[in-house]
Nanobody, 124 residues
Framework: QVQLVESGGGSVQAGGSLRLSCAAS????????MGWFRQAPGKEREGVAL???????SYADSVKGRFTISQDNAKNTLYLQMNSLQPGDTAMYYC??????????????????WGQGTQVTVSS
């Protein structure tokens, strides 16, 4: 059973930075599509960034140029570096994983494993 545990959330002022981490355990396959999603109060969950087993990445238009997704395979850890944060980035951020070499389907893909989330709050 894959387990995902997020950390690194917090409160920052607009223009600040945070780095989220997602520690993964229980992998039974060698290839996973990994992603970050977020959900703000009263809004639907939305995709933020994806990374596949080859290291190819994709981003939501709203975060391109500000956020960077990366992974350390030796540590089984996924990261999301968030710079130039804006109040609109305020949300609960979730890490997700799904078996497969590529992130086929993009943000519409149905991910099998989810973390509990970490809160990010950006004040103006």
């Amino acid at each position: 059973q894959v387990q995902l545990v997020e950390s690194g959330g917090g409160s920052v002022q607009a223009g600040g930075s945070l780095r989220l981490s997602c520690a993964a355990s229980g992998y039974t396959y060698s290839s996973y599509c990994m992603g970050w999603f977020r959900q703000a109060p009263g809004k639907e969950r939305e995709g933020v960034a994806l990374i596949d087993s080859n290291g190819s990445t994709s981003y939501a238009d709203s975060v391109k140029g500000r956020f960077t997704i990366s992974q350390d395979n030796a540590k089984n850890t996924l990261y999301l570096q968030m710079n130039s944060l804006q109040p609109g980035d305020t949300a609960m951020y979730y890490c997700a994983a799904d078996r497969g070499r590529y992130c086929s389907g993009g943000f519409r893909r149905v991910f099998s494993y989810w973390g509990q989330g970490t809160q990010v709050t950006v004040s103006s």
